[in-house]
């Protein structure tokens, strides 16, 4: 949830107690809210509001 969040990786390692950033990469998913936030975005960048 802290990565959905946008909460910078070594923060969330640093939170979870992890020491590999494999462990952040095992627990990211992406969602299909996310998929829809990035493309958005993506279409914000390229201009086609």
């Known amino acids: 949830m802290l990565l959905v969040l946008n909460v910078g990786t070594r923060a969330v390692m640093d ?3 992890w ?3 494999s462990m ?3 627990y990211q998913h992406v969602t299909n809210d996310l998929r829809h ?3 958005d ?3 914000a960048l390229l201009g086609h509001n």
Do not use: E, K, V
């Open 15 to 17: 939170t979870m107690g």
């Open 19 to 21: 020491s590999s950033s």
């Open 24 to 26: 952040a990469a095992r």
């Open 37 to 39: 936030d990035i493309a």
């Open 41 to 43: 975005s993506l279409g």
